[in-house]
């Protein structure tokens, strides 16, 4: 039998590269080639593998006879042509849950970096400045965590909350309150959730109902002690309103992930504030996040190549 051929076209986790070879695939590796040069990889490959890059579009996939199956190693598929894909009946596998502990756990290094102004004190450290007096901080045990979409990720940050000794508080239209009993979460309305909540933090998916889903009129029922942590996606909240609830103390500080824009542009007034704690889209950059979605992807090539 001739031997599989999968393209690697962005950086994969050396485990999954070895699930591969194991399988006795031939691999060819690129990174983020183009279109153009995809096109002529493609020619003769069964499987494709790719991060949030490159873009696999109509004019790949129809270049490539052979292809039985495209890997996004981690959760989006934005970058792939499904519609066409699906036209051909090529698989399209991805690793949603491979990250999922990565996230909650930089959101909860969000939270503790707000609360006790870590971030802020190291950049007067180095300015040279000893900012005792305006690191004041609050401590998270006994307050109330509201994690609004309690899914894979929301579930993991509750835990961790939960194991902090904070109170947990739940919104998902779909609530599940088996998982909501193991973190000692309790359901509750979004506004009650935003009313009583000493950190809200977002877990939802960004689609039609949850675009600015955080807006001037939520933000406005939150606690001025509040701190928001955004490490879902960066159009859940809307910027401007939120820059201006910073500025204007309704809430007290937020740690963000993730923009409206990215990257974030250099000068953006959210650079501009002391109460927020800003990083680039690491939630998911960990070595075992990457390690997870990698094999996970790759073990389903080898199931679909050779089952
Ligand atoms: P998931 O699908 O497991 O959970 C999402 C939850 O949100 C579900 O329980 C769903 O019912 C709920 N939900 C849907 N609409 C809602 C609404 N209008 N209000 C409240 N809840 C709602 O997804 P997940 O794996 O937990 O990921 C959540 C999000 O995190 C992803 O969609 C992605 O945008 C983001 N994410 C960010 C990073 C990062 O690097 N920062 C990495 C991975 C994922």
């Known amino acids: 039998m001739e031997m599989a051929k999968v393209l690697v076209a962005a950086p994969l986790h050396e485990k999954a590269m070895e699930v591969l070879r194991k399988a006795g695939f031939d691999v060819i590796y690129e990174e ?13 490959v069964d499987a494709i593998i790719v991060r949030s890059k490159p873009k696999v579009t109509r004019r ?5 006879p052979k292809l039985k199956v495209i890997g996004r190693a981690g959760v989006g598929l934005d970058n792939i042509d499904l519609e066409a894909a699906k036209e051909r009946g090529i698989k399209v596998v ?9 996230v909650a756990e930089l959101a909860i290094a969000l939270m503790f970096s707000v609360a006790r102004k870590v971030a802020f004190a190291d950049r007067k450290m180095r300015e040279g400045v000893w900012a005792k007096k305006q690191c004041m901080g609050i401590e998270l045990e006994g307050k109330t965590i509201g994690v609004i979409g309690f899914g894979r990720i929301g579930y993991e940050v509750a835990k961790i909350a939960h194991a902090l ?3 947990v508080l739940l919104y998902d239209p779909y609530p599940n309150e088996e998982m909501a009993k193991e973190v000692g979460g309790k359901f509750a309305q979004l506004e009650e959730l935003l009313r009583e909540s000493d950190v809200v933090t977002l877990h939802v998916p960004l689609v039609e109902q949850t675009y600015h889903l955080i807006n001037e009129e939520r933000l406005k029922l939150m606690k001025p002690t509040a701190i928001l942590i955004n490490a879902a996606r960066g159009a859940v909240v809307d910027t401007s309103a939120l820059v201006k609830a910073l500025q204007e103390g309704w809430i007290a500080g937020a740690g963000l992930d993730v923009f409206e824009e990215e990257p974030l542009p250099k000068d953006h007034p959210l ?5 927020v704690v800003l990083t680039p889209h690491i939630g998911a950059s960990t070595e075992e996040a990457q390690m997870r979605a990698g094999v996970q992807v790759a073990e389903q090539i080898v199931e679909i190549l050779k089952g």
């Open 165 to 167: 000794g904070m109170k």
């Open 32 to 44: 983020y080639p183009d279109e153009e040069r995809l096109v002529e990889l493609v020619k003769d």
């Open 60 to 64: 790949v996939i129809e270049s490539a």
């Open 94 to 102: 991805n690793s949603p849950g491979a990250s999922s502990r990565s």
């Open 271 to 275: 650079t501009k504030l002391d109460n």
